[in-house]
């Protein structure tokens, strides 16, 4: 079975400042898809990234990258210039290309420092 | 733009009473789901149903049963609540069960057994 893990239970940035978020999976398959969703404190789930995993090119949405490392099972995000309302938990997940449900990590909590 | 829209917010049960948890979506998506989260634990899928009129157990069905009333519609029953069944739910949805389709969350049931 698929499994993610996110070695960092809690991390802190300043604002302005950039921030790295690990996430390590493990799988057999060569096929498959990443994410990063992001839940502030109203709980909402909001997808920030995806990557595809046959895709070379890390994936981008504005302040927010990926560094996808396919050997290594290694897919963290960066945030650049961070913001207060960025301040929340990150979810790092995993799904097959052969349509099994999204696999999560166990978060990673982010404060923002003014 | 309601999206994927859950009742209640908020309940307290004793154990042993039965409750259903109400899900709408109004994206015209085929796919929707029923996750748990629990502290220190990520999401766990409960159920999921790939389209209208198929249900499929997920990674923790267990005192779980799970109805798609129609397109729009996905309800989760505790039919005997027990306080391992503490948690906050969250009902999701998205366009298809592929793996590159976004999945979409709704703001979350936070329900409490005694």
């Known amino acids: 079975a698929q499994t993610v893990t996110q070695s960092q239970p809690e991390m802190s940035v300043q604002e302005a400042e950039t921030v790295t978020l690990s996430c390590t999976y493990d799988t057999s398959e060569s096929d498959y898809y990443l994410f990063w969703y992001k839940q502030p404190p109203s709980r909402q789930m909001i997808l920030v990234i995806r990557?595809?995993?046959?895709?070379?090119q890390n994936a981008t949405e504005n302040r927010f990258s990926v560094n996808f490392q396919k050997a290594a099972k290694s897919f963290s995000l960066k945030i650049s210039d961070s913001q207060l309302g960025d301040a929340a938990m990150y979810f790092c997940a995993y799904r097959s290309a052969l349509n099994t449900p999204l696999v999560f990590g166990k978060g990673t909590r982010l404060s923002v420092i003014a | 733009n309601a999206g994927v829209t859950q009742t209640p917010k908020f309940q307290v049960l004793k154990t042993g009473q039965s409750m259903t948890l109400q899900c709408a979506q109004d994206m015209n998506h085929n796919s929707m789901y029923w996750y748990r989260q629990d502290p220190g634990m990520g999401l766990r899928l409960i159920y999921y149903s790939a389209s209208e009129g198929t249900t499929d157990k997920g990674e923790v069905p267990n005192g779980y049963n799970v109805s798609r009333l129609n397109k729009r519609e996905f309800s989760l029953r505790l039919e005997s609540a027990a306080p391992s069944q503490t948690s906050v739910y969250f009902c999701?949805?998205?366009?298809?069960?592929?793996?590159?389709?976004?999945?979409?969350f709704g703001e979350g049931s936070w329900l409490t057994v005694v």
């Open positions: 990557q595809e995993a046959y895709k070379q």
């Open positions: 999701a949805s998205s366009e298809g069960t592929g793996p590159g389709n976004t999945i979409y």
